[in-house]
């Protein structure tokens, strides 16, 4: 053992150099990938990495690696269900999430930025609890008898209790010996910010689990690179793609599991398509595997989740006013189905705009402090008396020469209102005329020209500039007799006098006056493509006492496909609006470059004297040192890239790759779920960074395992070994009060106050 002290020489020969390493020959066809030696380590390293069961037990491991197993998931069994219920009113998210399970439970439509698979799940756990839905769980509500909220989260929990043992076989999968893949494990169960994230009902812990799950599955995978196409090549590649699946329907975060499975597949497939001896017919094979897998079975998953949400969601709310009408329509308890069919003059009507962040056409009695300084013309979300309009038809179609030559002031012409016909809207509680002005620009989108409401006793109030030309585009094929109807018949209106096309623009009005609601305008423009959804208007509400309501549903056509991108458009349109107000501090709220380090821990509940307190705060010994391998491995590589630039790079074959190749997986999983924070504009979380965390803390036992063995005999591992858990798990008990939750007065709590920024004793943001 004189050698390990001598040098640093358990992965190294000195008489190797870098420059003769080159991918062993393969015969044709066998394999796309380069041959690994057998023995992955040498010394004490091969001691450790050649243990493991029967090939027969290849993924799982002998009965020595599902003992360990098990006896992993019991101490995380210990650690996420002590005193789970101790609580017992709604915690923190616990109001949006077990709401929106209930929503499942009475089939009842809602809408949340995040995809449905984790809140049907949390929809499953109430249902399996005997919930009946009608609880609403307001926040600090005590939940009631009938509430079995004790199991729900036992339920949720569990995806927390499983990415302890996917921790240890993601390890062993990454050629890490026993003891050391156990030392991940547990880094995994004793964090308390992993652990106190699991304890409630929220949809970190399903995030987490199946984030867990995918990089188990693909590490699996991996390890079967060297026999393509074979069963268990197949087994962990379909596996993979299922998972990823899972992981992107629970949240979009899950995206980056996507990414990093994706950076390696095209490294692959490159290495394959160097590779010349690989017959292309096996090299498209490869391709199509991986399509066929990675990306058409995550799809089909993703979709098929939605599947079953629209299935289940059957039920009407008002949140589903962003759905295509086709869909609203075939929702019991919808409150547009049944209206008259036909638009005639006198008929009131609410005008919705195919850009679902726009919502209705829109006018109320506040004027633009800018241009024409008329009432202003905006679009509004939401169902409102000022979004009601009655339309008269001024001429109809092919009885004038010239648009710009009709007048307002002419008799309405009574009868169905179709295309080419000449209208008139009047705000219903204004009365006021939608007026288009060719002398004044657009508040924000300078291009267009601004669209107002004109008072009827203002000159020029019914001129030609408050006509326009109805356009029917694209109606629903059993509508399409020349006529406009509610729901099915998207229509232009075209200013008569301009011929300046309405449209929502995208942007939003100032906060300060225009309440951050949508700008309307009008396009001037004839070469533009208006035939897009910003031109484009549907009546979605449709009031004449004198017609006959019929049922507008059986002339309505849906589509799964055009109501899965509607809903994913709105999540994000949502998602992009829960931006930050920077006038003021909210407490809960903390950036992503104070995330590693854990600087500002979160508050998850009141922090009253009574009250049961609960801190996410983690492990500070894991945070600082997964933080700290993940920002110093860059400089290990330019380190190395130095080295092998001065053939002093002296690996053995093949033992590099192995080691980079688990290292890249674990740092880029980390890196993936990190560095996109910074792109976002919307508000941030420090459980956002729990996914991130997860790949680094493996990380930091694999670069412990890998750091040590270069240096240390297999004794000094072991000790390392011990001090790293024993450490720990000691800071996990000591911080335990916070995750298990803390009854007293929190000044009684002592030792708390590692970094000053903790809000442990006093919170300088809180208000």
Known sequence: MASYRGKPAVFYDQSTNFDDMHLPARPAGFSAYPTASKGTHSGTTAAFANRGGSRRWAWLGGTSERAMILMLTLVAVVTKLYRIGRRNSVSWDEAHFGKFGAYYLNQTFYHDVHPPLAKMLVGLSELLAGHNGSFDFKGGHTYPAYVNYRFMRVFNAGFGIALTPMAYVTCRRLRMPTEFAAMAALFVTFDNA???????????????????????????FYRQRQHPFSTDWWRFLLLTGLSLGLVASAKWVGLFAVALVGCFTIVELFEMYCNTRLPMRIYAKHWAARIVTLIVIPLCVYALCFKV???VLSRYRPAASFMPIGFQTKMRGNPISRQPYEIHTGSAVRLQSHTSATGYLHSHSHNYPMGSMRQQITGYGYADPNNIWNIRRVAAAGSFQHAEDVLGTDDPIAGAIGNGDIVALQHNSTNTYLHADPGFEAPFSKQYKEVSAMKDSEPGAL??????????????????????????????????????????????????????????????????????KGYLWTIERHINANMTSVNLGKFMSSSFLRDLGAVN??????????????????????????WPFMVYPMRMVGWDD?????????????????????????????????????RSFNWKQGQFRDYIEGAMMLWGGWLLHYLPFFLMGRVTYLHHYLPALYFSILFLAYQIFHTCSWYMNRRGLIRVLYVCVSVVVFTFWWFSPLTYGWDKPIKDLKGMQWVSSWPVYTDKFAF
């Open 194 to 220: 992993l652990c106190v994230m699991s304890r409630f009902i929220l949809l970190d812990a399903p995030l987490l689990g199946f984030t867990g799950l995918a990089l188990t599955m693909f590490a699996c």
């Open 309 to 311: 949400h629209f299935s």
């Open 463 to 532: 001129s030609s500039n408050s006509l326009w030309v109805v356009e029917i585009v694209n109606p629903e094929r059993r509508m399409d007799d020349g006529h406009i109807h509610p729901l099915g018949t998207p229509i232009r209106l075209r200013s008569a006098a301009m011929g300046c096309t309405l449209l929502s623009t995208g942007e939003r009005l100032d906060k300060n006056w225009g309440w951050n609601q949508a700008e309307i305008a009008c396009d001037i423009d004839k070469s533009s493509a208006q035939d897009s």
């Open 569 to 594: 458009r709105q999540m994000w349109i949502t998602n992009n609006a829960l931006v930050p107000d920077h006038d003021k501090h909210n407490v809960l709220e903390s950036g992503p470059t104070s």
């Open 610 to 646: 009574d009250s049961i307190k609960y801190l996410e705060i983690g492990n500070p010994l894991l945070w600082w040192a997964s933080a700290t391998v993940c920002l110093v491995f860059p400089l290990q590589l330019f380190y190395w890239l130095v080295c092998w630039q001065r």
